[in-house]
């Protein structure tokens, strides 16, 4: 019998960003961190996925997820706020919504200039 190749683990620049979204959503909203120092490296990350792993093809589905995401982190925000959920709890919401938000942004701005530029 044929051995089969293994494919290794390829960790690629824009999931490598998504991932520092994660851990710098959670390590700010744990240790409870300087809310202006996480938002400017979040909104870092956020613009590293949107350059460097939003491919043409994907750029309208990337927007439907991140309003998709925005809204349901919006409800999320707003449950917290009537169910006194953890206050951790709540700034990982909104430390995702930063990221996610400027990651949205460039890439509708992206959509935008295109559109400008056909006409």
Avoid: Y
Avoid at 58 to 87: H, K, P, Q, Y
Avoid at 92 to 104: E, P, S
């Amino acid at each position: 019998m044929p051995r089969t190749r293994k494919t290794a683990f390829k960790l690629e620049a824009g999931t490598g960003w998504f991932l520092a979204i994660l851990l710098i959503s959670a390590a700010g909203a744990l240790w409870n961190l300087d809310m202006s120092i996480i938002a400017l490296v979040l909104g870092i990350c956020g613009a590293a996925v949107a350059i460097l792993n939003i491919r043409v093809d994907e750029e309208r589905d990337f927007l439907i997820g991140v309003t998709a995401l925005t809204v349901v982190l919006f409800a999320m925000i707003s449950v917290s706020e009537i169910a006194t959920l953890a206050l951790a709890a709540k700034a990982f919401f909104i430390n995702l919504l930063v990221a996610f938000g400027i990651a949205g942004f460039i890439v509708a701005l992206s959509l935008i200039a295109k559109v400008g530029l056909r006409r």
